[in-house]
Nanobody, 125 residues
């Protein structure tokens, strides 16, 4: 079954850009009819949908994060990436990549069939 794995630095300084990569195995980011999502969970808070990329390459962003977020992909590596610019300590969270069959833009676990294990990112100087 589809497996997702996040990777990237665990700590980022304020005002810098956070960059994370999600590597997909046993699935295809270009041929599967699926949305490949980024979701985060700040400490003590619920899951927040950040954005997604469809198999066509179309990208969708949360309105609240759109100004700072960029999602792209490397089809040769079957990976998609998240960049979040101008980070502050409020961006400290566990970041997940997840797959869904529709563009739901939610933080509900049940809406996503496959999840990565998550990666902790701390914004601190």
């Amino acid at each position: 079954h589809v497996q997702l794995q996040e990777s990237g630095p665990g700590q980022v300084k304020p005002s810098q850009t956070l960059s994370l990569t999600c590597t997909v195995s046993d699935g295809s980011i270009t041929s599967d009819y699926a949305y490949w999502n980024w979701i985060r969970q700040p400490p003590g808070k619920g899951l927040e949908w950040m954005g997604a990329i469809f198999n066509s390459g179309s990208v969708y962003y949360s309105p609240s994060l759109k100004r700072r977020t960029s999602i792209s992909r490397d089809t040769s590596k079957n990976q998609f990436t998240l960049q979040l610019s101008s980070v502050t300590p409020e961006d400290t969270a566990v970041y997940y990549c997840a797959r869904s069959n529709a563009l739901l833009m939610t933080g509900w676990v049940r809406d996503y069939g496959y999840w990565g294990q998550g990666t902790q990112v701390t914004v601190s100087s």
